[in-house]
């Protein structure tokens, strides 16, 4: 096997029927300090972990405005421009005013100047995929995702994706215009956002999980994540991952690292395939 069909292992999933992607991506929120705020503490490192992300085959990579807020944006174009097949999936509407710190804000205005923000820092014409990073009570749905619509007919987005969003909101915004994604937090001991993953299996809809490593207590010693781990000579965190891919088709799992080491154990997870009673067990023991 070659290095760049590691990722491809995972298999692929083609987003709004236009933009296919290796499904385990990466994350870049980790490519920043303490709090997902300021530079990370050794930005060449991080540089090193997107290029041996695309040498290992990732080829969808998620990251936002708001983190840093800008920094992960400017590294990756640091070490990826011009980005030969690679998508790159960015989102706005939180505003950041410290560590920690993320606001709502979907200002309609606020929207397109981050929009143009990310164009420009990106260096592209087009982003590929722009996720509403969430919807803000404030404004109507409309306005929010209407923006959205408007800067993709001006060409200025090629895809749209919601993120941290209920089944009804997802429907709400399929009748403002054609959703390729949706972006909540799910992992195999968090899985609150069920009913959307089961929603977008059913539409072709790619769901794209975040926070995917959590794996929190499974992970123990003689936990069942140890006990299949070692029949896979695997890791907790690889095992983590596999089960998500095998969860459903439309899983595009986004792990995130600011280390190379980690990056590579991450990958390797495309690899590796659960039987259906190791998928049902670690299920079971995920939802205790
Ligand atoms: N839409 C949203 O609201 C939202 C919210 C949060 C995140 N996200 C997206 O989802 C991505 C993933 O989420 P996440 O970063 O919160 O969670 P994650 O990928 O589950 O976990 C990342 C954390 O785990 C550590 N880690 C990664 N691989 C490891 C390994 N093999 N062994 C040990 N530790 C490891 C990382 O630290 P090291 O750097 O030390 O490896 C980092 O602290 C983000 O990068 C971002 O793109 C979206």
């Not at 397109?112 to 164009?119: D, G, K, P, T, W």
């Not at 890791?235 to 459903?248: C, D, G, H, I, M």
């Amino acid at each position: 096997m070659t290095e760049q069909s590691v990722a491809q292992a995972s298999g692929t999933f083609t987003l709004g029927g236009d933009l296919t992607v290796n499904r385990l991506g990466f994350g870049a929120m980790r490519l920043t300090g303490k709090g997902v705020w300021g530079p990370p503490t050794d930005r060449d490192e991080c540089v090193r972990v997107l290029r041996r992300a695309v040498e290992l085959g990732v080829n969808f990579i998620d990251t936002a405005d708001s983190y840093g807020p800008y920094i992960s944006e400017d590294i990756i174009r640091e070490a990826l421009y011009p980005y030969d097949g690679l998508v790159i999936a960015t989102k706005a509407g939180l505003l950041r005013t410290g560590p920690d710190v993320w606001i709502d804000l979907g200002n309609p205005s606020y929207l397109r100047q981050e929009v143009e923000m990310s164009l420009r820092r990106l260096a592209v014409e087009t982003i590929d995929l722009f996720q509403l990073h969430r919807i803000d009570k404030n404004f109507p749905l409309a306005d929010q995702v209407g923006e959205l619509v408007k800067l993709k007919d001006e060409g200025k987005i090629r895809q749209i994706g919601l993120s941290e969003v209920n089944v009804d909101q997802l429907k709400a915004a399929q009748q403002i215009t054609q959703i390729v994604s949706v972006q909540n937090m799910y992992n195999l001991s968090a899985r609150g956002a069920e009913p959307l993953l089961d929603e977008a299996t059913k539409q072709g809809v790619g769901f794209i999980p975040w926070f995917p490593l959590a794996a929190g207590p499974l992970a123990a010693a003689d936990g069942p994540l140890q006990r299949i781990a070692a029949d896979h000579h695997a890791t907790p965190s690889q095992l983590a991952l596999a089960w998500l891919l095998k969860r459903s088709p439309v899983m595009l799992p986004i792990p995130g690292t600011s280390k190379v080491a980690h990056l590579e154990e991450n990958v390797a997870a495309a690899e590796i395939t659960l039987t259906d009673d190791e998928f049902e067990t670690l299920a079971a023991a995920g939802a205790q």
